[in-house]
């Protein structure tokens, strides 16, 4: 048997490296995962085509702001912690 049972992959598991940008990719992951499923769903809940395309065009754009926002918003921390700190050491 292996060593630890708890665990069908023996403990190496999938892992990510500290960024501070993490955060953004989960939101990236939600944010598509939420759009397949919309727009697997939106022929269904909608007739006319150009509904469906404000719909799925909107998505988008709000999505994209909401990660450039993030994102800009977790860069400017990023240098402020930098300015504070100009040696590196944190």
Request: net charge positive; aromatic share 2%.
């Amino acid at each position: 048997m292996a060593e630890d049972s708890r665990s069908v992959t023996g403990g190496k598991g999938m892992t990510v490296a500290p960024s501070p940008l993490n955060e953004v990719k989960l939101d990236l992951a939600i944010i598509l995962v939420v759009g397949v499923l919309l727009l697997l769903a939106q022929g269904r809940l909608l007739d006319s085509l150009l509904a469906q395309l404000l719909v799925l065009a909107s998505y988008g754009v709000l999505g994209m702001l909401w990660i450039v926002i993030r994102a800009r918003k977790i860069l400017q921390r990023i240098a402020r912690d930098r300015e504070a700190h100009p040696n590196g050491s944190q």
